[in-house]
Each structure stands twice: as structure tokens, then as C-alpha cells.
């Protein structure tokens, strides 16, 4: 069974940086790619970022695009987000994935296999 574990967040002033990890474990032989969403209170899931198998592509959703980074660590199926110039809109529960069946670069709910538990970030503004 794939388990993801995310770590990192927290409460940040506005302007302010944090760096989320995240560890998929339970599968062996497979390179997933990765990805990153987050859900505001009262607000549905949303796609923040994805980075593929070999960390040769990435996508951003436009309004983190220029502040977030996504990257892969060197242990298999590691994954960061580095976020930067944070906002009290990026407040939410960020949620690590991975994808293993779904075509390259969707960056829908319903391209990723398996799910973390999310860590919150508060921004204060």
C-alpha cells in the first residue's frame, strides 16, 4: 500500500517562505510523478503544481507561478514545494500525491493515484 507523508507547513507572515516535503513509501520498482494541491476553507481541491517521474518537466497553476517551486529530492519519490512571497490566499491544507497510471502532465484530481494526509499553511496577513 502507497502512503505519502507530507511535512513542513506552518504559520508564515505574509511575504514570508516554506518549504513542504513530501515521501511516498510502499511501492517498490516505480518512479511516480508528483504533484501538489491545496483546499481554503470552504473552497474544493486545487491543483498547485506537478513535476514528472525524472523532475524533466513541471507545471504551475498560474497564480503561485513565479513564487512556488517544485522539485524532486535525490531519495526516490521525494518531493518538495518551495514556496516563496506567500499570500493569505495561499492559506490552505496542501496535499501531496503521486501518480502512477495517469498520462503525463494532468494536473486533475483524477490523475492522481494516491493521496497524503495535507499539512496546513497559514499566511497572516
Known amino acids: 500500500q502507497v502512503q505519502l507523508v507530507e511535512s513542513g507547513g506552518g504559520l508564515v507572515q505574509t511575504g514570508g517562505s516554506l518549504r513542504l516535503s513530501c515521501a511516498a513509501s510502499?511501492?517498490?520498482?516505480?518512479?511516480?510523478?508528483m504533484g501538489w494541491f491545496r483546499q481554503a476553507p470552504g473552497k474544493g481541491r486545487e491543483f498547485v503544481a506537478r513535476?514528472?517521474?525524472?523532475?524533466?518537466?513541471?507545471y504551475y497553476r498560474d497564480s503561485v507561478k513565479g513564487r512556488f517551486t517544485i522539485s524532486r529530492g535525490n531519495a526516490k519519490n521525494t518531493v518538495y514545494l518551495q514556496m516563496n512571497s506567500l499570500k493569505p490566499e495561499d492559506t490552505a491544507v496542501y496535499y501531496c500525491a503521486a501518480a502512477e497510471f495517469s498520462p503525463p502532465g494532468g494536473v486533475a484530481d483524477r490523475d492522481f493515484d494516491y493521496w497524503g494526509q495535507g499539512t496546513q499553511v497559514t499566511v497572516s496577513s
Open positions: 510502499g511501492r517498490t520498482g516505480v518512479t511516480f510523478a
Open positions: 513535476i514528472s517521474w525524472n523532475g524533466g518537466n513541471t
